[in-house]
């Protein structure tokens, strides 16, 4: 995303379900029953909070702008966060899951082809569940503490660390596999990041003019100039549909 030093990157797990899991017919433990309400508050206080840094910004974010958009009272955000620096950490850290639990699911399901895992990240990247432009803002105000906050500097190199040295063994992968000898996998994954931190910027910036399958296919257009054997074609073949998910071409 490069808008941001790749040092202080970015972003987030698919939304656990709110939902109490199946007891075929069985009654819940009490036990069971506050967890998950417990679960369920937490999360809400999460998306209040998300709500809040998007609309408001990071400063004027407080515990009771928080507990009013959750609809919640001041009493029940003091109950989970004590303070609202940990209600933020928590947050980001959120954030954190999520993107990394999402780009991880798309590249399981991709098999194991390497080529194929890089599109899945492409995809990722790009899917509205996490590339959407409040949780980009989000992002931004996180990496704008960042420097001077050293667990927030940890959360996000951590996670930003995890998908660069993904893309940089996939990329080892194709190299070897190609024999594109004259390629270097740590500028591929250090290029195609740089690609995406960019095009969220441009979303963030430029909301009406934002493409997705059009930013996908400059990542795509990206890769088929390092890996010219391995994604052939045409780089907009397949693409996005309304929903974020990959659609073959006709």
Known sequence: MVSAPRSTARRGRPPKSLTSPQTSGRTQ???TQRAVAKE????KL????IDSIAHSGFADTTLAKVSEGA????????????SKDALLVETLTHLADEYTGFWKAAVAKAGDDPAARLRAIVDAEFHPTVCNRKKIAVWYAFWGEARSRPTYLDVCERQDREL???????????VEAGG???????????????LTDGLWLDLLLTPTRFDRNGARRVCLAFLMGMFPRHFTGRADDGGLDAKGDTVSAA
């Open 29 to 31: 433990k009490p036990g």
């Open 40 to 43: 369920a508050t937490r999360l």
């Open 46 to 49: 999460i998306e209040a909070t």
């Open 71 to 82: 609809g919640l009272s001041r009493g029940i955000v003091n109950f989970h966060f004590t």
């Open 164 to 174: 660069l040295e993904t893309v940089q063994s996939l990329s080892a992968a194709l």
């Open 180 to 194: 594109y000898d004259a390629v270097d996998a740590g500028d591929v994954a250090t290029g195609l990041m740089a």
